[in-house]
């Protein structure tokens, strides 16, 4: 690698790290001050009185090891736990109806009152005070028309005129309904928690739990910042991968548990769309490894910063796949058939209420943002600023900007994702499950071969050990991103002038008693 | 594995109203379908046989809580013919001006409550708040904003009130760029495509058999619309109304078709609005009072035994027809209706649709279902 990996300060791994240690030393050092107390002495050796301790060897070594790590991990799970806590059912929830709200400009045209005067640009809808005799509309008019200078709508580009839908209800810094997601959690507290009659009772308890359990474990493997993790085993990206695997698991379990034939069906739905998403996700996190020369999710973060170009820049395709499969993953908008609310009513989740209920709600937010760190910890840099290595070298500025703390990157990386996934949900309807299974076989998955395939060879003979190909190590990148992009431009417009004449064409599975056909069925 | 049968409903996001749709599945595939009607039969036919002519319009404004001027006005016009009211032609031009926003405004609500059947809630949300352009217009006529109450026999209630023409022009103005953004979010969007093309197919003939009307059949290409084939009121003064263009070459239809003949359709009701509001006899800006003999000529109270009332009219969702019988009430003298029929295009439908369905998918059942725009008001009447 070009440069190692930049360590930010706010490294709450080795603070805790640290002050474990210095008050285990504290502790055990007054406890030897204490005369006759102590078990260990100060050098590690075995103290003369503890004749009742001496089959435990080397204390200071192994003993200090355990207590230290132990009490580590379990702060480092706290302050996680704490930042998602916070950072999730608090801030995505918010930004998750905030967002929707202005998509679908919620606050229509319902306020009667204020149609009066909003226009646009100081133009009103309608001069109606001029039909008034006499000239008694002229006070109104002149009233209307300076209520609507001051407080109507500036801009004609938006879709509003009659009224202003983009006002917000409240004091703005208060961040309007912000603790709304917590109260809502807090109301299912309250609820009844109910078993369906003749529902499989072990099992639909245990679907809950299995879901729940294995979304908050997701999040030990994901860095917020280059010090602030729960744990790092080696290969934490299969470990990671795998426990997202567990949940489908759960949904399996509560489609065939709950006795309602809406859980079944959403049920047989995730099932039979596991296969045609999971296998394209799989394959492209692959080609992330290979390209990064790692199963960890830290060295992938580092060797994007060591190497000075982010994954996305090299495999454009690997991050919509990604996109793609993960949103199909975490079961939104358009690939949510199992819980496909017009047909099935709530699919596998109807006989769920509750806190149970909640928390499955909970669970998905946290596999979605779960799913939003991991892209921008794969494709994005993760914890490590944009241009960090070009804007770190303007002198103070540089150094004030790779003074910000590696968890703002990730956090405002992941809200920018999740931001594309609320987007994707305001502009998409559901497609249906054959539609699923077509677009994975089809189509994801000789893409994601595809991706795999350039990635081996970005590798094998692209890479030169430390940057990507000669010089500044920008030429290829670079390049790829410009013919992506023309790409995408040019894939995007579908414009076709023989458009009207070709149907989409919809294959029936039986034959029904008057045979329709249309087209070429 | 097993074929099962599930009971979508009587509450269920799919049924647009209280009904029920027992469905036979095998896996997703749909094999056969039950239609159970009559959750919400409220008996509006007799009740009207004990009301007095004016007092049946507000329970023909219930039958449909999307399309309620349509409802009344066809009865309005029944009315007229069983006790021979004259009506001045302003009134006629201001009943057609309210009729076609209604339509504007039920055909909203349909395409509002179409996109969450195939997955898309912003549609939903942006058709409510376009729908309150037209909420408002009509709310300025009849002072209500669903169940209006709005014409007479003989005329209208009130007259267009001040500015009226110059608000309505204005909404139309940006309503029209809204339908622009409702197509782009829609007709460009490949995964509505998918949902709606090719699926809920019907052939016209079929259709034309089970007595199937209004836009789903003039989405399958067959030509007829009541306001121009049988000319009431004064559809044919004005402009605006086009005959209906086959959207595709296919033949039958498909709920991507029946789409694009709402969308047209708004466009048409609005072009006619406009050209109404243009050629409105004594002026749109004019504001004439209550029961002025330009908008409101009194009418005989009774309908002697013998008199037959009929009128057949383009509703929203096809053709609504109602059949009155003069000399009912007190010893026959004729203040009630003796008795009244209602033919309400959405009853023939619905167990035509539940059978057009069978062999598509569990997920194409709301996207079938939807692209009829059911009203189960009307259905159970």
């Known amino acids: 690698m070009a440069k190692d990996a930049k360590y930010d300060w706010l490294n709450v791994n080795k603070a805790i790290d640290s002050s474990a240690t210095d008050i285990h030393s504290i502790a055990f050092n007054s406890i030897d001050v204490n005369a006759g107390t102590s078990f260990c002495a100060a050098d590690g050796t075995i103290a003369a009185n503890t004749f009742f301790f001496d089959t435990i060897p080397k204390c200071t070594g192994e003993v200090f090891e355990i207590v230290t790590t132990s009490v580590v991990a379990f702060t480092m799970c706290v302050v996680i736990f704490s930042i998602i806590m916070l950072s999730q059912f608090i801030t995505v929830i918010w930004t998750e109806r905030k967002l929707i709200a202005r998509f679908m400009d919620r606050r229509g045209a319902t306020t009667s009152m204020r149609s009066l005067w909003v226009g646009e640009n100081g133009v009103t809808a309608g001069e109606w005070w001029t039909l008034l005799p006499f000239g008694l509309g002229a006070p109104v008019g002149w009233l209307v028309n300076t209520l609507n200078r001051f407080v109507g709508n500036k801009s004609d580009k938006a879709t509003v005129s009659r009224v202003n839908n983009r006002s917000w209800h409240g004091i703005w810094f208060l961040f309007p309904g912000f603790f709304q997601g917590l109260g809502d959690g807090m109301k299912f507290l309250t609820k009844e928690h109910m078993v369906p009659n003749k529902a499989d009772k072990l099992i639909y308890e245990l679907a809950p739990f299995l879901i729940i359990s294995s979304t908050v474990l997701i999040l030990g493997f994901l860095p917020f910042g280059s010090g602030i993790y729960a744990a790092d085993p080696e290969m934490s990206v299969l470990f990671a991968f795998a426990i997202f695997g567990i949940a489908p698991l759960g949904v399996f379990f509560a489609g065939w548990s709950s006795n309602n034939k809406y859980s079944l069906l959403g049920g047989i739905r995730s099932a039979a769309q596991l296969t045609a998403y999971e296998i394209p996700l799989l394959i492209t996190i692959l080609s992330v490894c290979v390209l990064s020369g790692s199963l960890n999710v830290i060295e992938i973060i580092d060797f994007q910063y060591g190497s000075g170009v982010w994954n996305f820049f090299l495999i454009p395709l690997g991050a919509l796949l990604f996109l793609i499969t993960m949103i199909a993953e975490v079961e939104r908008i358009p690939f949510d058939m199992p819980e496909a609310e017009a047909e099935l009513v709530e699919g596998w989740w109807t006989e769920y209420g509750g806190m149970r209920w909640g928390l499955l709600f909970a669970s998905e937010y946290l596999r979605c943002y779960a799913a939003c760190i991991l892209m921008a910890h794969f494709f994005f840099g993760g914890y490590h600023a944009p241009f960090a290595n070009f804007i770190g070298d303007f002198g103070s500025i540089g150094d004030a900007y790779l003074a910000i703390p590696g968890i703002v990157w990730v956090l405002l990386k992941a809200w920018f994702f999740f931001a594309i996934f609320v987007w994707v949900r305001a502009a998409f309807p559901r497609i249906r499950t054959d539609q699923i299974l077509e677009l994975g076989w089809k189509y994801l998955l000789p893409l994601s071969l595809i991706n795999l395939a350039f990635a081996f060879i970005l590798r094998l003979y692209v890479f030169d050990g430390n940057s990507w190909g000669p010089g500044s190590g920008l030429i290829v990148p670079a390049a790829i991103t410009i013919i992506s992009l023309i790409l995408f431009v040019v894939l995007s417009v579908d414009e076709d002038p023989d458009w009207d004449g070709q149907r989409m064409n919809h294959t029936r599975t039986r034959t029904p008693a008057g045979t329709h056909t249309l087209g070429e069925d | 594995m097993a074929e099962m049968w599930i009971t979508m409903g009587p509450q269920h996001p799919m049924t647009h109203g ?364």
């Open chain 2, 18 to 381: 209280l009904w029920t749709l027992r469905v036979k599945v095998d896996g997703e595939t749909v094999v056969d379908t039950v239609p159970e009607l009559g959750y919400i039969h409220r008996g509006v036919e007799k009740i009207c046989e004990a009301r007095d002519f004016t007092q049946i319009t507000p329970y023909c404004d219930r039958l449909c809580y999307a399309s309620a001027m349509t409802w009344a006005q066809s009865y309005i016009y029944a009315a007229e013919d069983l006790l021979g009211a004259e009506v001045p032609e302003r009134a006629e031009y201001i009943r057609l001006i309210a009729v076609e926003m209604q339509r504007v405004a039920s055909h909203l609500m349909w395409l509002g409550a179409y996109c969450p059947d195939v997955g898309n809630l912003t549609v939903f949300v942006w058709c409510l708040r376009d729908r309150e352009l037209f909420l408002d217009l009509l709310q300025e006529l009849g002072g209500s904003r669903m169940h209006y109450n709005f014409p007479r026999v003989g005329g209208v209630k009130r007259d267009l009130p001040i500015g009226f023409a110059m608000r309505a022009r204005a909404k139309i103005e940006m309503f029209r760029k809204r339908l622009q953004e409702y197509e782009m979010l829609l007709d460009e969007s490949t995964i509505f495509l998918v949902r709606t093309q090719g699926v809920g197919a019907c052939k016209a003939e079929e259709m034309i058999n089970a007595g199937v009307t209004g836009p789903n059949i003039r989405a399958a290409g067959v030509n007829y619309d009541i306001r121009w084939a049988h000319p009431y009121s004064v559809y044919d003064q004005i402009d605006g109304l086009a005959a209906v263009e086959k959207v595709s070459s296919n033949e039958g239809s498909d709920c991507y078709d029946r789409y694009r003949v709402r969308m047209t359709e708004m466009i048409e009701s609005c072009n006619m609005i406009i050209s109404a509001l243009d050629s409105i006899p004594g002026g749109a800006e004019t504001h004439y009072n209550k029961k002025d003999e330009m908008i409101y000529l009194k009418p005989p109270i009774r309908a002697p035994a013998g008199q037959n009332g009929f009128h057949h009219f383009e509703d929203s969702r096809g053709e609504s027809t109602f059949y009155l019988a003069g000399g009912g009430g007190k010893k026959g003298r004729g203040e009630f209706p003796y008795r009244m029929s209602i033919r309400s295009p959405m009853f023939i439908t619905i167990p035509y649709v539940s059978k057009a369905m069978i062999g598509y998918k569990v997920a194409d059942i709301p996207a079938i279902m939807g692209s009829f725009d059911p009203c189960i008001g009307e259905t159970d009447r």
